[in-house]
């Protein structure tokens, strides 16, 4: 048997080309999510339960990227992880969280706390709006009174279908925060907030749909409810759905990939992982989008270790690129990106996006509590296979806190982990992106396509892997 060689990101480098480049706001990381969505940064957030939810793909759809909410919730937690990243961004609320005045202030709290908002519109049984109430009106108020005895009732209205800069003007004039929308019958139309209109403008660098929310994809898994499910997050605006499974050159993935674009035809719909030209073909021509590349190569991933299998991450990109390139449909490198050099020589080995995980970990973004050992702030990064995410996947279906299985009925293939606490996803987005700039700028390329036409890698040996690193030096 012939072998043939497998190389990843610490195995080569990229030679350095003519540049005329002069500063790195004259790079352009645009870029292919899939088949008809298109990203202003190359990163995606990864579908795992310690990675995204609704604040981690908010904070990356802003800079410019995509969240995949992992599918780890009931389906209900996760189409309203979706909607709260629609709502989030968009200037104008569609269906605003509303709330009947014979409630108490103890039920209107709780509502807003779970929905993570700061006021709610105060409705009749016809839909017809009676009022509002935001924190204020709450504030010091017995949990018990009735909304209908704090809400402000003369509340300033505006028609749907009003201009944001009519609709700026009126919140500048009564000095308000929230603009209901009503029909001519009093009916709630939509919202506006004051919030959403500065956060429009905040970030000029977002990715949007066509209504200008933020864009934010949902992964399914390949049994069980994985239809139901697709319906749910695409009813409630997700962008594009991921087929997640850990071997997804397989019949498992693939037919699941038909039932999908067979129900939603319409449906932006991205399978993987696999790590292999065939396996990207196959998923290809089971009618995907985007393919996701990457079979054991995380920081949390020990599928190498258990099962023998996998391929290094950067021939996988390579080879899955090439029928990628064929079929007109990109490709997503999922697994061991630790630097902004990795990701450079992942779009530069034919990627268009690049999922990350541990690196966004321990942000205030991912889910999870920032926890502190010996003096030092950390936060879980766990694999999706790993032994406490299974438990953990197991007593949320059953409901239950024992657990009776055999712990060794259980084979694990990842890791559960800790990583520093490393504050706002922000500053690590900036980091990232920054990186892959002056990356593009080495290999003499404006743009990510530019720089795979470009890209020359050269292999190099354990001391110039070794040169590559701070050395001979104490690192302060
Ligand atoms: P990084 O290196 O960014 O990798 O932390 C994130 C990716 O790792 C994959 N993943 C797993 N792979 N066992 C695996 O073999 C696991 O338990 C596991 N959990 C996540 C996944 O592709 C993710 O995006």
Not at 125 to 132: A, E, F, Q, T, V
Not at 148 to 155: A, E, G, I, N, P
Not at 170 to 175: E, G, P, S, T, V
Not at 420 to 438: A, C, E, H, M, N
């Amino acid at each position: 048997m012939e072998f043939k060689e497998g190389l990843t990101f610490d195995d080569v480098l990229l030679v350095p080309k003519y540049s005329d480049i002069t500063s790195r706001t004259q790079t352009n990381l645009t870029t292919q999510l899939s088949r008809n969505i298109s990203l202003n940064i190359p990163f995606v957030s990864a579908n795992m339960d310690t990675v995204t939810e609704s604040s981690m793909a908010v904070a990356i759809a802003r800079a410019g990227g995509i969240g995949i909410i992992h599918r780890f919730l009931t389906i209900e937690e996760q189409a309203d992880e979706v909607l709260k990243v629609k709502r989030s961004g968009s200037v104008i609320i569609e269906n605003p969280y509303s709330i009947t005045g014979d409630k108490t202030i103890e039920d209107a709290l709780d509502y807003a706390e779970n929905q993570d908002i700061s006021g709610l519109l105060v409705v009749d049984d016809n839909s017809k709006l009676i009022g509002i109430v935001t924190e204020r009106d709450l504030l010091f108020a017995n949990s018990k009174n009735l909304i209908q005895d704090v809400m402000t009732k003369d509340v300033i209205t505006a028609k749907a279908g009003v201009s944001i800069d009519d609709a700026k003007e009126l919140l500048h004039k009564h000095r308000i925060e929230k603009l209901p929308l009503i029909d001519d019958s009093g009916l709630v139309k939509g919202l506006i907030t004051s919030k959403d209109i500065t956060n429009n403008a905040d970030y000029p660098n977002a990715s949007k749909d066509s209504k200008g929310r933020p864009l934010v994809g949902a992964a399914v898994g390949v049994k069980g409810d994985f239809l139901e499910r697709s319906e749910s997050l695409l009813e409630a605006g997700a962008d594009t759905l991921v087929v997640d499974i850990a071997h997804g050159h397989s019949e498992n993935a693939i037919s699941t990939v038909k039932h999908i674009k067979k129900a939603f035809p319409d449906c932006e719909l991205i399978a993987g992982n696999i790590a292999t030209a065939q396996g990207a073909e196959d998923l290809m021509k089971a009618g995907v989008d985007a393919v996701k590349v990457g079979v054991g190569s995380g920081s949390i991933c020990i599928t190498r270790v258990i099962t023998g299998s996998g391929v290094p991450q950067l021939t996988a990109v390579m080879d899955c690129a090439k029928i990628g390139r064929d079929y007109g449909i990109p490709i997503i490198s999922d697994g061991g990106t630790r630097t902004s050099g990795d990701a450079t020589k992942a779009l530069a080995a034919g990627a268009s996006t690049v999922m990350v995980g541990s690196m966004l970990g321990g942000t205030d973004e991912s889910p999870g509590t920032v926890l502190t050992k010996n003096g030092k702030r950390f936060k879980v990064y766990r694999g999706m296979a790993s032994l406490a995410a299974s438990i953990g996947r197991k007593s949320k279906e059953t409901g239950s806190t024992s657990f009776d299985d055999d712990l060794n009925d259980y084979v694990a293939e990842g890791v559960e982990a800790m990583v520093p606490y490393k504050g706002t996803v922000v500053d690590i987005l900036k980091q990232l992106t920054g990186g892959v700039r002056s990356g593009l700028s080495y290999c003499g390329a404006h743009t990510i396509p530019q720089m795979q036409t470009n890209a020359e890698f050269i292999k190099m040996s354990r001391a110039g892997f070794a040169e590559s690193q701070p050395h001979d030096v104490s690192l302060m």
